[in-house]
Each structure stands twice: as C-alpha cells, then as structure tokens.
C-alpha cells in the first residue's frame, strides 16, 4: 500500500516537472516580451515590478493626465470625453492585468497555453500551434500599431499646439516632453494588456480547433466507436477547462465596453456636445480598440463552437455513408440497379470544378465529400447510431456559466446591445 501511494506521487511529481518552463524552451521569446512589458511574474520581483508599474501607468498617470492636464477653460484644447476614455482603458486593463496574472500565477504559462499537452498530439497539431504561437505576437501589433499611431499624431499635435503649459520640471517643452511620453506610455500599456489576453483566448482556441480538425481523420479511418468517444471526451474536457479559465474575463469584457460605448454614445449626442475630430478622436480610438479586442474574443469563441458542432453533422454523413454502403452490400443487385445508384450518389473527384468552386469555405470537419467505404467496415448499425445520438445530445463549444457562445448566441447579444441603443437614442435625440 505505501510502495503504490509514493509510486503516485512520483509519478504527479514527474507530470508536474513536465510542465515547468526553462529557459530554452518555445515560449523563449514570448517570455522575453513579456518581461519587457512588465507583466512577468516569473518570480517574486518581476511580480513586484510588474504590479508597480500597472499602478504606475494605469491609475496614477490617467490620473494626473484628467486631473491635471484637462484644460477644461480651453476651448481649444479641452478634452471633453477625457473621462470616459481615462476609465474605459483603466477598467479594461486592470480587468485583463488581474485574470493574466492570475492565470500565470496558478497554472504557468506553458500550461495555460496547453503546451504540455502537446506531446499528446499529432505532428500536424504541433506544427501548425507552434507556427501560430510564433505569429501571435505578430498578430497583436497589427492591431495595436495603427491606433497607436494615431495615437501618438493626436497627443504630438495637443501638445505642440499648446495643450499645457505646466512647466512641473522647470522647462516647458522639457515637462511637456515628459507628460507626453508618460502619456503614450499608459495608453499603449494599457491597450496591450487588453489585447494580450485576447490573443492568448485566440490563441489556445485555434489550438482546439487543430485538433477538433485532427480529430476528424478518425471518421476517416477504419476506428472503433471507443477511440472516437475518448478522444472527443478529451476535447470536449478541454474546452470545459478553456471556457472555466476565461468565462469571468469574457463577461466582465462584454459589460464594461457595453458600459463605455454607452456612456459614449450618451455624451456624443446631447446637444451641447462638440463633435470636432481634435475633441472626439480620442474617443472614437479608444472605442475601436475595445471593440476591437471583444470582435477577437467573441470571433474565436464561436469559431470553435461552430468547429465543436460540426462534429455531428460529419458523424451523421459517416453514418449514412455507412448504412448505403451496407445496404448496397448486401442486396444482390442487377446491374442496371448498380448503375442507378453510381448516378444518384455520385462521387466527385478531387479536381473537379465544384471542389474548385468551394475554395477555402471547406475542411475535414465542414465538406461535401463523402466517406471512405473502409472507414466503417467494422462498426455496427447500432454502435454508429449511439455514437451520432451521443453527439447530437452534447454538443461542445465555449461556455460562460452554461450560455453556449455560438453565432445564435452572438445574434442575441447584437440584438439586446441594438434594443439599447435605439432606447438611448430615443431618449437623447427623439428617434422611435
């Protein structure tokens, strides 16, 4: 009884030594980036330096910049929307800061991108998720650099054009120079943070997807039901744990930059309001970089879950195709009769002009083509029919707190966010 109790605590002992990171290791870079962004907390001092400068550059300089720097006697040079834009990207970036943190903290990095399950999967899997892993910081300056710039062209011009004229370290283009940069600082940390863990959300989503497109190649193959049950058990786990981690992070997105966009849209349409681009461009940036990184997080939800259901319908044709090849089998057909089957069930080849036709719109899980004879040469009526009606009663996909996040669902939410404006416009401007 002892000898098998320290057999198993070897055994999690060398699970949990698998899934610490070195130094060498495919996420070497990505950790560099991460530390010169001041959000590592690989150790107790990154954790102290990271959390001194999200305090820094996302409370006390949009602080300092709306307190002291919002020019509300120039009419010129008045930031009007300065509160909303201050608290929208504070909020968003505090709520990112804290679950990022948390997710490093009690999971590590390689686990919580799935990296020590990777020795598990197929070469396509790991192949295609270390080249997406390698692009993704590629893919979150794509988003950030353009905003960035105009950015940086709208504090460059508030300031050469006499914004302020504070001069807090004795010269003013000196303090000027300063507030600037500490300014474009806290925008750009703030707006990275966001869209960081928006890109890790898609990151790990299109790793499911690889293998929900693996997985595939089982109804291609000459499989027994089991295997196919435990591997779509294994995903189906997998997104439990994805939609557990990042539920509480989706929801509170959505209803803060619902929160933002309709605090905007209530100053935006009163009378009095200025709609001048140096006064309300601020405004209309921080607005597109939100919604932005929610179209990140709500596109990869419901990419997967589309994905995730498309598992039924490619069971459902496997099955047919199972159950007209035994059928034809066998009955003794004539072979008139034969001849008539070939022609209402067709089979196309690969170079013909409907498959061309189709382009990119199709892969393993979502196609037109039929299945190999050979792929189900062994399984019964019976077990096929279980396996079609276990996927038809649990359906996979992202979760928050059982809303399954899928197009219909994405239809709902763009209905209320609709209700709601026209409700706000129709008591700001009169519209019915």
Known sequence: MGDSKKETLLNKGREIERTVSNANDELRSFRTWLKWMCVDQ?????????????????????????????????????????????????????????????????????????LDKLCDESETVRKGYTEQLNSSLKILFIFVLP????????????????????????????????????????????????????ILFRLICYLQILRLQDFAQFFHEDSDVESVL????????????????????????????????????LMTTRSTADLHIYKSGELALCSVSLLAGLMILLRSATRITH?????????????????????????????????????VFPVCSEGSSDADDVGDEEDELDN?????????STISFQKRQAL??????????????????????????????????????????GIS
């Open 42 to 114: 690989s150790d107790p001092f990154s954790a102290c330096l990271s959390w001194f400068v999200f305090i820094l550059l996302a409370v006390i300089v949009p602080c300092l910049s709306h307190f002291l720097l919002a020019c509300s006697d120039d009419a010129a040079h008045g930031r009007t929307y300065d509160a909303v834009v201050q608290l929208s990207l504070s909020c968003i970036a505090a709520l990112s800061f804290v679950c990022l943190s948390r997710f490093v903290k009690r999971y590590g990095l390689r686990r919580f991108l799935f």
């Open 147 to 198: 905003c960035f710039a105009a950015e940086c062209a709208y504090k460059i011009w508030w300031y050469s054009s006499g914004g302020t004229r504070i001069p807090f370290l004795g010269n003013v283009v000196i303090s000027d120079t300063v507030a600037c940069l500490l300014e474009l600082s806290s925008w750009l940390y703030r707006t990275v943070v966001f869209f960081l863990v928006c």
């Open 230 to 265: 435990r591997e779509h058990l294994r995903i189906r786990r997998h997104l439990r744990i994805i939609s557990h981690r990042y539920r509480s992070f989706i929801l509170w997105a959505l209803m803060f930059i619902t929160a933002s966009q309709f605090a905007s849209l």
């Open 307 to 343: 994905k995730a259901q498309s598992v039924t319908c490619l069971a459902a044709k496997w099955h047919v195709c199972a159950t007209i090849d035994s059928f034809d089998s066998t009955e003794a057909e004539t072979p008139i009769t034969r001849a008539t089957c070939n022609q």
């Open 368 to 376: 037109t083509k039929f299945v190999p004879a050979h792929a189900y």
């Open 388 to 429: 079609v009606k276990y996927f038809e009663n649990n359906r996979a996909g992202v979760t928050i707190y059982g809303f399954m996040l899928d197009r219909s669902s994405i239809h709902t939410i763009f209905g209320i966010e609709l209700s709601l404006v026209l409700w706000l416009l129709g008591k700001t401007i």
